[in-house]
């Protein structure tokens, strides 16, 4: 246990890490693959109409104790608190998604992200970006290609800001952009609140469950469950009742579900289906006309 009552041992036997405790960039790398491949990107709580928490207990009890996982203000907090405990100077900035977003249209600052500083430089590093996560930090270098164990990454220079790319395909494909303002955590709750309240957010409205692994991204949006190997053309299939969905989050996405959640689940399925040409909430209201959300074959940020 560490001075600040965070747990490395607890922390380090849920990625499966057994490597240097020091903070040097191989570490920050081994750590943020790690995480991002044993802890899924999640909304479940979202989208059952739970409060999600960001105090470090709840946080530290949710993704570490009970093997669930989260998005980018709980993935990122825990992979900052970590490196924190192991000397590594850690700044929370935020950015706008522009995920399949048209360039004339506004988006509100909303996703997570970390500048650590290594004795080679700042790296961004990103645990919680859903169907394109970062599988290792870039080194904060503009407009440069970068390899990782999936799709290559860069960080294009604005006039004002940076954005994260990610070469799927032929095509850079804009991600997120964001300036190097720190953030308080107090920015990360209002931003929370909405995301995980607001009868418009995608994480109200649509499961999305996302991991990436070696040479593979797995991606469920709702009831289609998506596998894109590295590399290959991706295979997409619906999940016809709670049992496959229950299947496919335990042994692709390594989450282990509850009762409470599988009755849930089941019933939000249920409704799913039922709606039509609606979208439905996890209270079973038809809340708009149902529309497919960004990348709905593969997942969602």
């Not at 708009?288 to 997942?299: C, T």
Request: aromatic share 8%; net charge negative.
């Amino acid at each position: 246990m560490q001075p600040d009552g965070f747990n490395l041992d607890a922390y380090f036997a849920r990625i499966g890490y057994a490597g240097p405790r020091d903070a040097s960039v191989e570490t920050l790398r081994a750590l943020h693959w790690a995480q991002a491949t044993r802890i899924p990107f999640e909304n479940l709580d979202a989208l059952l109409r739970r409060h999600v928490p960001l105090d470090p207990p709840s946080r530290n009890g949710k993704l570490v104790g009970a093997m669930r996982g989260g998005y980018c203000f709980e993935h990122n907090a825990l992979l900052a608190e970590a490196l924190r405990a192991l000397g590594f100077k850690v700044t929370g900035l935020i950015a706008r998604v522009r995920w399949m977003t048209p360039p004339e249209d506004a988006t509100p600052r909303s996703h997570m992200i970390l500048k650590v500083e290594t004795d080679e430089g700042p790296h961004i590093a990103d645990t919680g970006f859903g169907a394109a996560t970062l599988p290792v930090p870039l080194r904060f270098v503009g407009d440069e290609a970068q390899e990782t164990p999936l799709e290559p990454f860069r960080l294009a220079t604005r006039d004002d800001s940076y954005e994260m790319q990610a070469l799927l395909g032929e095509d850079w494909t804009p991600l997120y952009r964001f300036t190097m303002e720190p953030q308080a955590s107090v920015d990360y709750e209002a931003a929370n609140w909405y995301t995980s309240t607001h009868p418009r957010s995608l994480f109200t409205n649509h499961l999305v469950v996302c991991r990436p692994d070696e040479g593979v991204r797995y991606a469920l949006m709702n009831d289609r469950l998506t596998v894109r190997p590295l590399g290959g053309e991706p295979e997409t299939r619906r999940l016809g009742d709670v049992d496959e969905l229950v299947a496919a989050l335990r042994d692709l996405f390594l989450i282990e579900v509850s009762a409470e959640d599988r009755a849930a689940l089941g019933g939000w399925m249920k409704l799913w289906a039922a709606a039509g040409d609606g979208e439905v909430q996890a209270s079973g209201d038809v809340v708009r006309e149902r529309i497919e959300p960004p990348l709905a074959g593969d997942g969602g940020r």
